[in-house]
């Protein structure tokens, strides 16, 4: 609701370079204890009882496929029973995590939209 009260959406990653950017400012800045939610996600894009496939991860700005990916090993998962449709930085390893959309509180990372 921020981002888009703002006039922005929650941010797309499409480069290695744009993922170091990000999580080296979100260090500096003292955010690096807790995930980070991006824009992506595989609502819409997998089968009822499918295995998880980061293949079937988009961004929701575009509905385009991710292209650049930084998942930590073995994900996506569904971790459990869970139902992890969404894309978060796992700041710890730097690395991407699938997690439940409504998991609490996040940080987050706006961006202005594209045009």
């Keep these: 609701m921020y ?17 170091d950017a990000l999580v080296a400012y979100m260090k500096r800045n003292g955010y690096e204890k807790e995930p980070l939610w991006v824009f992506g996600t595989d609502l819409g894009h997998e089968k009822r009882n499918e295995a998880p496939n980061a293949a079937h991860f988009s961004w929701m700005s575009t509905g385009k496929p991710l292209g650049y990916s930084n998942w930590l090993p073995n994900e996506p998962n569904h971790s459990g029973a869970k139902m ?3 894309l978060e930085i796992n700041f ?3 690395k991407w995590n699938d997690n439940e959309c409504n998991t609490g509180s996040r940080y987050f990372v706006c961006q ?4």
């Design 112 to 115: 202005f939209q594209k045009s």
């Design 3 to 19: 981002c888009a009260a703002s006039n922005m959406e929650l941010a797309t990653i499409s480069s290695k370079e744009e993922d």
């Design 84 to 86: 992890e449709h969404c």
């Design 92 to 94: 710890l390893q730097g």
